[in-house]
């Protein structure tokens, strides 16, 4: 079985100012991770996806993570946010390459 | 081209009733999922479709849910006997196969079980 953790709830943060969002999981297998996006009423969109190979993943709109296994993690960053940036952000993780086991979402509120 | 597309965007129903809700997949992909997000939470996996058949149903929380995808493509989830604790948000997705796809998803059907 596999879980995922998303220590953040909320994280306010000015607009060009950097961001990290946390994402640790937990799996007896081998795990692919997923950031999935969801904007103001629409639906959930792809970040980003690590499968396999650099552990370091480029995504969308500059978005960024990091694949550790030691530390189990798979932490979202982006160097410069805008106010387009404003949603709620899930990370997920799938260790048979079929169903997601999603977190709790971190909602990212960009300020002025 | 077309995304996933459900119906209703939203559906308020009376304790006890029974819903379908429906999902248009992209055409061609074979795999479907379904999912559910209550207030404040993350999508919850609820049932997973290869093909017709159902290739994973262990996240049906009860036999009041069941869903079907008779020719592959649109499916419909049904719940009987509706309670107050099935108001969410349910979430399709679909995605072209087995494997570590990207699942596309729909809008979501809001479900309000008054």
């Known amino acids: 079985a596999q879980s995922v953790t998303q220590l953040d709830s909320q994280v306010p943060v000015f607009e060009e100012a950097p961001v990290e969002l946390r994402c640790n999981y937990s799996?007896?297998?081998?795990?692919?991770l997923f950031w999935y996006v969801q904007y103001p009423n629409q639906g959930l969109q792809l970040l980003l996806k690590y499968l396999s190979g650099s552990t370091l993943v480029k995504g969308i709109n500059g978005f960024e993570a990091e694949f550790n296994k030691s530390q189990t993690s798979f932490h979202l960053r982006k160097p410069s946010v805008h106010i387009s940036d404003t949603a709620e952000y899930f990370c997920a993780v799938s260790g048979n390459r079929e169903k997601l086991t999603f977190g709790t979402g971190t909602r990212l509120t960009i300020i002025p | 081209g077309a995304g996933v597309s459900q119906t209703p965007s939203n559906k308020v129903t009376e304790k006890g009733k029974y819903v379908e809700l429906r999902c248009d997949p992209i055409?061609?992909?074979?795999?479907l999922y379904w999912y559910r997000q209550s207030l404040g939470q993350g999508p919850e996996f609820l049932i997973y479709?290869?093909?017709?058949?159902?290739?994973?149903d262990s996240g049906l929380p009860n036999d009041r849910f069941f869903a079907v995808r008779p020719e592959g493509s649109v499916s419909t989830l049904k719940i009987q006997r509706t309670e107050r604790g099935d108001s969410a948000v349910y979430l399709c997705?679909?995605?072209?196969?087995?494997?570590?796809?990207?699942?596309?998803f729909g809008p979501g059907t809001r479900l309000t079980v008054t």
């Open positions: 479709f290869q093909g017709t058949g159902a290739a994973d």
């Open positions: 997705a679909s995605s072209p196969g087995q494997g570590p796809y990207e699942q596309y």
């Open positions: 055409s061609g992909h074979t795999a």
């Open positions: 799996s007896s297998v081998s795990v692919y």
